[in-house]
């Protein structure tokens, strides 16, 4: 459940890691530029960016062990 106090150290996590892997290593000059690159970078952290927490999937990939059946979507970048 959203709002809990333990989802803080989650998010967190989550903060600091896109902090560290992606705010911190590019500079933007407009909104449109930074959410075009947001949304490669967490496409890339979704699904190819294994995690040891996961035991070496991809957040995608834990997704479907979890809900298998399920049908997730996915996004298709035009990438320039």
């Not at 709002?3 to 560290?20: T, Y």
């Not at 490669?40 to 990939?61: D, I, K, V």
């Amino acid at each position: 459940k959203p709002r809990r106090p333990q989802q803080h150290g989650k998010v967190e996590r989550s903060h600091r890691i896109d902090g560290e892997e992606f705010w911190s290593q590019h500079e933007f000059e407009t909104l449109a530029a930074a959410a075009s690159s947001l949304a490669q970078w967490e496409w890339q952290y979704n699904h190819e960016r294994f995690s040891m927490a996961l035991h070496g999937r991809t957040p995608m990939e834990k997704l479907r062990h979890v809900l298998p059946g399920t049908v997730v979507p996915t996004i298709h970048l035009d990438v320039q």
